[in-house]
C-alpha cells in the first residue's frame, strides 16, 4: 500500500487561522514587486490568515496607524501589471536607530502580528534580521514603559521574517535572478535594439551606461544579449593598457563592414586601480583614438519602470506563495531565510548567508581581488563573463587551434525567437575551437538540396537581435531523403552536427541514429539544442523561445483587459498556440492573471466550463470588472475557443459579456527576449563544446566514428541543471501522438494560477523550497547559469 506523500499531509492539516502576516516592500523599488505583494495576500488569505500592508516600507512601521491596512482579496486586483510597488517604499533612517525599531514594534503587536514578509535589497533584508533578533527585547522594553501588557510578551514571543530580493541589479548572492531583474534586461535592450538602427544609419559608436554602482550583472548580461564590442563591470576591470586593446577591437569590427559599434558601461565600472571608468572618458577616448562619431546614452531610471515582463510576474507568484508557506511552517527556531529560485526550483536560503556572501563580494572587490570577487557572484555570473569574452573578442587565425573538422549547424521546426542568438554562439565558439563551420539553409530539405556553405565569425554578426530563423527552417524530417543527405555529409566531409529546434528536431536525431545502421556517415556526434514557442521537447523543462511567446501573450492579454477599463464588466477568451502543450495558455495564464486555462494535460468537461462560468459570475458581483480565459489550441476537439466564447456570453447574461481574440503567429514572432538570447546563446555555446569533446574522443584512424548512444544526444535543462541525454532514452518520456513529453515540470504551477484567481483547490507543495546552505562553489554539473 502506497506510503501518503507527509509534505502534502502536512500541508492539508497546515493553516493560517489566527495568524497576522504583515507585507512590505523596502528601498529600491522593482518591477515585479505587486505580484509578489499580490501572491502574499491572496495565499495568505487562502490559508485563513488576516494579511497587512505596511505602506512605504519600514518607514510606515515606524509611523503606524493607517500605514499598516488590512487587505482584501480585492485591494490587490489590476497590480500584477503595474511597475514599481503599489503600497509605496521608502528609506527609512529612523528605523536603524533602537527608539525607531521599538515603535514599530509596538506597532505591530497593536495589530497581533508576528510574521513579516519583507520584499527588498541586502539592506532591508539585513534590517529585518536584526530587528528580529531584538524582538524579545523590545516587548520587555514597551511592557516595562507601559504600552502592552505583560502576556503580551509570551502571545507575541517570537518574530518570523522571510525575504524576497527585489533588486534589479541581481547582487544578492545565493538567487539566480532577483524580482526585478528580467524586466529592467527588457528596458535596456529595447533601447539597444533602437539605437542599433540609428547607429547603423550614420555609422556611429554608442556607449550606453546601465545601472549597477557595485554590480556588473545588467552590464554583462545585455552585452551578452546584443553582441556589444566591449562592455566594463566593476568586478571584472579591465587590464592596464585597456584602452589600446578596445579600440583595436572597434577598429577591427569597422574594418569587416560593421557600421556601428556599442559599448556597454556599468555605472560602477572602475580600473585596476579603482579608478572610476565613466560613460563620459570612454567616449572621448573613443573620439581622441579613432575619430568615430559617438554619442552616449545613460538609462537611468528608465531600466526600474515600466510593466514587470513575464518572467519576473511567475517568479515574483512564485516567491510570494512561497513566502507565505514558509512563514506557516516556520517555529522559534527557523532562522530568517529568503525564498529564492535555482534553475526553476524554489528554494529557501538563511537570509544572513546570503547577506554575508553579498558583503564578501564587495570586501573582495575592495581588496581589488577580482577574480575572487567574480567566483563569489556565483557560477551564473562566472559563466555570462567566460561566454561573453568567448564570443566577443575572436582569436587571432595565429592562435586557433586547428582541428580539421568540419561541423554543421542547422534549424529545425517552426521559428522560434532566439534561434539566431544560438546558431551565432555554436559558429563562433566551433571556430574558436578550431573547426570548420557550415551553415545548413531550409533545415533538411536545403541539406539534401545540397544549401550548405561555410559560415564565418563575420557572418552572425548582429544575429543576437534577430527574431525568426535567418539560417531559414522547414518542419522536413530526414526518413525520405537520408540517402542524398549521407550523400552531402560525404561531399561536405560533414564530421558532427548541431541541430537548433523544436519537436521535428528530436524527431529527426531518432531518424538520423537508426540510420547509422546503413549510412557510416551518420556515425559522427549529434546534438540539439531546443528551440520552440511550445516548450514540447522531452527532456528540456524549457526551450527557446518559449519566454518570447510567454512576454508576447502576457503583453497582449494586457491590452485586451485594459480595452475593457470603465466599460461593463467582461470576460475574454484568449487561444494560444502550443499544440497539444499547454505550457503557454498555463504559464501565460500565471504572468497574465488568468481565471482559467483549458489545457489538453488537465482533462475538462461541460461541469468544469460551468463551474467557471458561476465562479466568474460570483467575482464580477464584487468590484472585479474584467475577466481572463487561455485556451490552449488543441486542449479538446469539441469545446473550442468558438464553443468556450458562445457558452460564457450565453451563462453570463446580465452579468458580463465575452470577447474572443486567437492570439495566432505573432507568438512565434518579433525579436527575442533577454531571457531567449541568452538561454540560446550559452546552451549553444555549452553544446558546441561537447561536440569538441566527443569529436576528440572519436576520432581514430584518421577518421571520426561515433555510434554509441551518447554520441547523439538533447542538452535540455532539467530542474537546475543543463544535461546532456541520449535521445534514445528519451524515446519512453515522450508521448508520440501529441508530441509532448509524459511528465511536465509546469503542471504543478497550475494550482497555484487556481489560488490567485480565488478557486479553492487543493495545493502540491511537495516541490516546495526546503532551507538549504549558500555554498560558495556548486558542482560543475548543477550550474543553474542558464536562468541567466
Aim: glycine residues 10%; neutral net charge; contains cysteine.
Amino acid at each position: 500500500m502506497a506510503q501518503p506523500d507527509t509534505k502534502k499531509v502536512f500541508f492539508e492539516n497546515l493553516s493560517g487561522t489566527g495568524k497576522a502576516i504583515a507585507v512590505l516592500t523596502s528601498g529600491g523599488d522593482a518591477q515585479g514587486m505587486n505580484a509578489a505583494v499580490r501572491a502574499v495576500v491572496r495565499m495568505g488569505l487562502y490559508v485563513g490568515a488576516k494579511v497587512y500592508f505596511i505602506h512605504e516600507g519600514y518607514q510606515g512601521m515606524v509611523d503606524g496607524g493607517e500605514n499598516i491596512e488590512e487587505a482584501s482579496w480585492e485591494s490587490v486586483s489590476s497590480m500584477l501589471q503595474v511597475g514599481g510597488t503599489v503600497i509605496g517604499s521608502a528609506r527609512c533612517k529612523e528605523f536603524r536607530s533602537h527608539e525607531g525599531r521599538l515603535k514599530a514594534a509596538h506597532n505591530l503587536v497593536l495589530q497581533g502580528i508576528t510574521n513579516l514578509c519583507v520584499i527588498g535589497g541586502d539592506g532591508s533584508l539585513t534590517g529585518a534580521n536584526l530587528f528580529r533578533e531584538e524582538w524579545s527585547g523590545l516587548l520587555t522594553e514597551l511592557v516595562d514603559q507601559g504600552l502592552i501588557e505583560a502576556d503580551a510578551v509570551q502571545k507575541y514571543s517570537a518574530l518570523h521574517i522571510v525575504g524576497m530580493v527585489g533588486s534589479i541589479d541581481n547582487d544578492f548572492c545565493g538567487t539566480d535572478m532577483t524580482i526585478g531583474t528580467d524586466s529592467a534586461l527588457h528596458r535596456i535592450i529595447e533601447v539597444v535594439d533602437a539605437i542599433m538602427t540609428t547607429a547603423q544609419s550614420h555609422q556611429r559608436t554608442f556607449v550606453l551606461e546601465v545601472m549597477g554602482r557595485h554590480c556588473g550583472y545588467l552590464a554583462l548580461v545585455s552585452a551578452l544579449a546584443c553582441g556589444a564590442d566591449w562592455v566594463l563591470i566593476p568586478e571584472m576591470p579591465p587590464e592596464d593598457g585597456w584602452e589600446d586593446k578596445m579600440c583595436q577591437k572597434l577598429s577591427a569590427t569597422r574594418s569587416r563592414g560593421t557600421r556601428l559599434n556599442i559599448i556597454i558601461v556599468a555605472e560602477g565600472a572602475i580600473d585596476r586601480h579603482g579608478t572610476p571608468i565613466t560613460s563620459g572618458i570612454v567616449k572621448d577616448l573613443v573620439v581622441k583614438c579613432l575619430g568615430f562619431d559617438t554619442r552616449v546614452t545613460i538609462l537611468g531610471h528608465v531600466q526600474r519602470g515600466g510593466t514587470p515582463s513575464a518572467f519576473d510576474r511567475i517568479l515574483a507568484s512564485r516567491m510570494g506563495v512561497e513566502a507565505v508557506l514558509a512563514l506557516l511552517e516556520t517555529t522559534d527556531n527557523t532562522p530568517a531565510c529568503v525564498v529564492s529560485l535555482r534553475g526553476n526550483q524554489s528554494v529557501r536560503l538563511p537570509l544572513m548567508e546570503c547577506v554575508q556572501m553579498t558583503q564578501e563580494v564587495q570586501r573582495a572587490m575592495d581588496g581589488k581581488r577580482f577574480e575572487e570577487a567574480v567566483k563569489l557572484r556565483g557560477r551564473s555570473f562566472e559563466n555570462n563573463l567566460r561566454t561573453y569574452k568567448l564570443l566577443a573578442h575572436r582569436k587571432p587565425e595565429s592562435e586557433l587551434p586547428v582541428s580539421n573538422f568540419n561541423v554543421a549547424v542547422l534549424n529545425v521546426g517552426a521559428p522560434a525567437a532566439g534561434m539566431n542568438a544560438a546558431v551565432r554562439s555554436a559558429v563562433r565558439v566551433g571556430i574558436s575551437e578550431g573547426h570548420k563551420m557550415f551553415a545548413v539553409s531550409d533545415g533538411f530539405e536545403g541539406f539534401y538540396k545540397g544549401q550548405i556553405r561555410e559560415i564565418k565569425w563575420a557572418d552572425v554578426g548582429g544575429w543576437t537581435g534577430q527574431g525568426g530563423s535567418l539560417l531559414g527552417t522547414k518542419r522536413t524530417l530526414p526518413a525520405k531523403h537520408v540517402e542524398k543527405i549521407a550523400e552531402q555529409m560525404r561531399m561536405n566531409n560533414i564530421n558532427a552536427l548541431l541541430i537548433v529546434g523544436g519537436f521535428e528536431a528530436f524527431l529527426s536525431l531518432l531518424e538520423l541514429i537508426t540510420a547509422r545502421g546503413k549510412y557510416d556517415e551518420f556515425c559522427v556526434p549529434m546534438v540539439m539544442v531546443p528551440a520552440t514557442v511550445s516548450n514540447n521537447v522531452p527532456g528540456s523543462d524549457l526551450s527557446i523561445g518559449a519566454d518570447t511567446a510567454l512576454n508576447a501573450i502576457t503583453t497582449t492579454c494586457d491590452r485586451i483587459k485594459q480595452s475593457a477599463s470603465g466599460t461593463k464588466r467582461r470576460v475574454f477568451i484568449i487561444e494560444t498556440m502550443g499544440g497539444y502543450c499547454g505550457y503557454l495558455a498555463s504559464v501565460g495564464g500565471l504572468a497574465a492573471g488568468a481565471d482559467a486555462a483549458y489545457i489538453y494535460e488537465e482533462p475538462f468537461d461541460i461541469k468544469d466550463l460551468q463551474a467557471n462560468v458561476e465562479h466568474l459570475t460570483e467575482k464580477m458581483k464584487t468590484s472585479i470588472q474584467r475577466g481572463l480565459v487561455l485556451r490552449n489550441e488543441n486542449c479538446n476537439e469539441n469545446y473550442t475557443t468558438d464553443f468556450i466564447y458562445q457558452l460564457y456570453s450565453e451563462e453570463g447574461k446580465g452579468v458580463f459579456d465575452s470577447r474572443k481574440n486567437v492570439l495566432g503567429h505573432m507568438q512565434q514572432g518579433g525579436a527575442p527576449s533577454p531571457f531567449d538570447r541568452n538561454f540560446g546563446t550559452k546552451i549553444s555555446a555549452k553544446a558546441m563544446q561537447w561536440v569538441t569533446k566527443k569529436l576528440t574522443e572519436t576520432f581514430r584512424q584518421g577518421r571520426v566514428f561515433a555510434n554509441t548512444e551518447d554520441s547523439c544526444c538533447l542538452l535540455g535543462m532539467r530542474r537546475r541543471a543543463l544535461v546532456f541525454q541520449p535521445v534514445v532514452q528519451l524515446k519512453d518520456e515522450t508521448d508520440f501522438v501529441h508530441r509532448i513529453p509524459k511528465e511536465q515540470w509546469w503542471l504543478k504551477l497550475r494550482p497555484l494560477m487556481k489560488i490567485l484567481a480565488k478557486y479553492k483547490t487543493s495545493y502540491d507543495v511537495s516541490d516546495s523550497g526546503q532551507l538549504e546552505h549558500v555554498i560558495r562553489n556548486r558542482p560543475k554539473e548543477s550550474d543553474t547559469s542558464v536562468a541567466m
